[in-house]
Structure formats: structure tokens, C-alpha cells
């Protein structure tokens, strides 16, 4: 949890720091190889977008674990990575892998990217794998960035499309229902924050990026390597919708889930369609 040792944080970003200082980034820290598992299908064809020169200098922004903070790193290998989250328990399991993998010039840091004092005209580039989705004042956040990075310097995130051409989404929200009506999410922040294309142009060009283009990703999302394991992985990430229905409806909403992954059981595992949007952008 937070303490006094924390950084400065917006005030539109307080709650997202209760919930990745809290208990959401403590349960992403003890399943980092899952989640990264999970988009694995991206990763390829982000860090080619991303094409990190040997001497590049990397932000790494919604960091999370570090598993893109040192990729970045291993790229770089006459520049350096930084990697920024809110999470104190990712932020420490990042230092942890990268000091067993010895990589010496990659650094983690506690900030909140949208108040954060970066250098300015510092990076290269900045990339954020699904990280750059939550910011309470996004203008403010992506002037920020952008400030951080040289003239000419790329930014390159990936970040979801809309629900419904999420087949996970959409299927976990309706097994979590059990007939009733969800709440609906918050406008902003939420993983969809970044979804419309025309929203993202104008954000950042806003923020003083320019040649903004975004290409359309489609690649199948990992959850488990069979039924019990993928409910048992999504049920306590998503457990929340859960915490209002008596023990009939939830057992019938877990029941639902595990229909759901039986479904979509592979012999790679637990698999659904996921989109995703990989933008870039250039600072003017």
C-alpha cells in the first residue's frame, strides 16, 4: 500500500494508485508470467513498431512486471530502458528479474507518468503495452510523454479495441452477469480509454505528436492451460463482479465461466479472440 515514500500523484489518478498499489497489482505481480503469457501474440510485431536502436533511450510507461522494459533493454544495448508504474509490487518483482537477468542498464521507478518531472527532449522512444490506458487526464499525461521525448522521437502503444471486438470481454462479463445487469464502466479510465481511433488522433495531436497511425492487430488472448486453471485465473482478476450476488448466483455465474472456457479450450490451452490497436505517433 501506499506510503510516505510515495511519488507525487495526480488526483485524477488516485484511484487507479489504490487499485495497481493495492490489491490488483499485487495479484498481476504474483501472475506476471501469466498476463504476459497472455498477449504474448502481440509481442512480436509491437517491438518491431517499436524498433529500438542500439543506442536508443526507452520509456517504458505502465510498466507493470518489466517483461517490455527489458526486452527494450536487451535492444538497447549501448542506450538504457526506464520502465514507470504505480505499482510497488511490480515495480520491485521488474527490479528482481532484471537483476537476475543481469541487465545493468535498465532502470524501475515508482512515478505517475502523468506529473512525473521526466527529462525533457530525453527518449528516443516511449512505448506502453496496454499500460497508457488509464491516465484521469490524458491530455495532461500524453503532453507529458510527449515532452520526454526528442524531436522526432516515437511513441508506440498497444492498447485495446472496442469490447465488442474483444470475444473475451465480452464473454467473461456476460458468464459474470448470471442474468442480471452489470453496471456499466466508467467513461474514463478504463482498458477501452484508448479505443476510438478518431478520439486518438485528436488526443495526440493535441499533445504535440504528429504522423498518429493506428494499425488493426487480431491475435488470440492466452487464459489458462485447461478449463480449471483458465476459471480459476479469471475468476480472481474479475472476481468483483462477483461480490454482490448471494452463493446460488455466484455458483451459477461460475459455472457459466467454466462453460465459457470449456468453449474455447485448444490444445494450446484456453484461448479467445482478442483486437488490439498498435499506434504510432512522432513528436514534432
Same mark, same amino acid.
Given at each position: 500500500?501506499t506510503?510516505s515514500?510515495?511519488p ?6 488516485? %484511484?487507479?494508485?489504490?487499485?495497481? !498499489?493495492?490489491d490488483q ?6 501472475? =506476471? ?11 512480436d510485431?509491437?517491438?518491431?513498431? =517499436?524498433?529500438? %536502436?542500439?543506442?536508443?533511450?526507452? #520509456?517504458?510507461?505502465g510498466?507493470?512486471?518489466?517483461q ?10 549501448k542506450?538504457? @530502458?526506464?520502465?514507470? !508504474?504505480l505499482s510497488?509490487?511490480?515495480? *520491485?518483482?521488474?527490479?528482481? #528479474? ?10 524501475? *521507478?515508482?512515478?505517475d507518468?502523468?506529473?512525473?518531472a521526466?527529462p525533457? *527532449?530525453c527518449?528516443?522512444? @516511449? ?5 497508457a490506458m488509464?491516465?484521469?487526464d490524458?491530455?495532461?499525461a ?5 515532452r520526454?521525448l526528442?524531436?522526432?522521437?516515437r ?8 469490447s !465488442?471486438?474483444n ?10 452477469? =448470471?442474468g442480471? %445487469?452489470?453496471? @456499466?464502466r466508467?467513461?474514463t479510465?478504463n482498458?477501452a480509454s484508448?479505443? !476510438? ?5 485528436e488526443?495526440?495531436?493535441?499533445a ?22 483458465a ?9 468483483w ?5 448471494d ?5 451459477? @455465474?461460475?459455472?457459466?465461466l467454466?462453460a ?6 485448444t490444445e ?5 479472440g482478442? =483486437?488490439?490497436?498498435l499506434?504510432q505517433?512522432?513528436?514534432a
Amino acid at each position: 500500500m501506499t506510503d510516505s515514500n510515495t511519488p507525487p500523484i495526480d488526483p485524477s489518478n488516485q %484511484e487507479q494508485l489504490r487499485a495497481w !498499489d493495492g490489491d490488483q497489482g499485487a495479484y498481476w505481480a504474483a501472475r =506476471a508470467d501469466r498476463f504476459n503469457e497472455g498477449v504474448a501474440s502481440y509481442h512480436d510485431e509491437f517491438f518491431a513498431a =517499436a524498433a529500438i %536502436e542500439p543506442t536508443a533511450r526507452v #520509456l517504458d510507461i505502465g510498466c507493470g512486471s518489466g517483461q517490455t522494459t527489458r526486452d527494450a533493454a536487451r535492444r538497447a544495448k549501448k542506450g538504457w @530502458a526506464l520502465g514507470v !508504474d504505480l505499482s510497488t509490487r511490480m515495480i *520491485e518483482l521488474a527490479r528482481r #528479474l532484471a537483476a537476475r537477468e543481469q541487465l545493468a542498464n535498465v532502470t524501475f *521507478e515508482q512515478v505517475d507518468a502523468q506529473v512525473h518531472a521526466f527529462p525533457e *527532449e530525453c527518449f528516443d522512444v @516511449a512505448i506502453s503495452r496496454h499500460g497508457a490506458m488509464f491516465f484521469g487526464d490524458a491530455p495532461a499525461a500524453f503532453a507529458n510523454i510527449a515532452r520526454a521525448l526528442r524531436r522526432g522521437g516515437r511513441l508506440v502503444l498497444l492498447t485495446w479495441q472496442p469490447s !465488442d471486438r474483444n470475444e473475451w470481454t465480452t464473454a467473461f462479463r456476460t458468464a459474470f452477469a =448470471a442474468g442480471r %445487469e452489470l453496471p @456499466a464502466r466508467p467513461a474514463t479510465p478504463n482498458p477501452a480509454s484508448l479505443s !476510438d481511433p478518431d478520439q486518438v488522433r485528436e488526443l495526440l495531436t493535441s499533445a504535440g505528436l504528429t504522423d498518429v497511425r493506428l494499425a488493426d492487430l487480431r491475435a488470440p488472448m492466452y487464459f489458462g492451460r485447461d478449463v480449471d486453471d483458465a476459471t480459476e485465473f479469471i475468476s480472481g482478476q474479475f472476481g468483483w463482479m462477483l461480490n454482490d450476488l448471494d452463493a446460488d448466483t455466484r455458483a451459477r @455465474a461460475l459455472d457459466n465461466l467454466r462453460a465459457s472456457m470449456a468453449d474455447h479450450l485448444t490444445e494450446h490451452g484456453v484461448r479467445y479472440g482478442s =483486437a488490439a490497436w498498435l499506434i504510432q505517433a512522432r513528436r514534432a
